[in-house]
């Protein structure tokens, strides 16, 4: 569950960090700021990161983001924190990079999300052919004796209405149950963003 809310707020993350430093925040503030909430999972462990900074029960900056990066289960997520921790202790470009991870995000967000509609493709036919179709053919099979009357027991022998439709309504389960695999297979394959 950590992975998937990682995934869905780093890129407002990174493109939040982007504003507020371009515009000459610092880096701390820019923390402090996400860590006031709306990011999910990254504004706590942010919050966690400034509370324990303003308790005076840490080591620093660059520790604190040095344990989180161990935490992180997102690649996009450690890649960040991996990003700040390499500014706090070497001073570098921080906004350049964050601004070339935020492009790399978002075209691996784009990939994943075409990838899925291409995946789901044939989904909605699929679902359409067997919601529609499967009950027309069931009822028209239901409804033989009464439409050939007499001349059903010569084609297909003495048949017995309740059998008829017991397989009906059995045909008309089994249809629902495959429309809902049909479903759930599409809903796990999607990406989460």
Partial sequence: MRKLDEQREILYVIRTLDVLMASGVGLEAAIHSIGSGGYGIISEDFSGIMARLRKG???????????????????????LLNTMYTNVTQNTD????????????ENERT?????????????PET???????????LAIFGLVPQLLGDGAEAI???????MINSVVNGGLVFTLIGMMLIGLKAHTKDPGL
């Fill in 57 to 79: 029960s840490s080591r620093g900056l660059g520790p604190e983001l040095k344990s989180m990066m161990g935490k992180a289960d997102s690649e996009g997520y450690r890649r």
């Fill in 94 to 105: 921080i906004i350049e990079t964050i601004r070339k991870q935020g492009v790399r995000m």
């Fill in 127 to 137: 679902l359409l052919s067997i919601g529609m179709i499967g009950p027309i053919i």
């Fill in 111 to 123: 990939e994943s999300v075409e990838k899925y509609i291409t995946e789901l493709g044939s989904v």
């Fill in 156 to 162: 297909v022998g003495s048949i017995d209405q309740g």
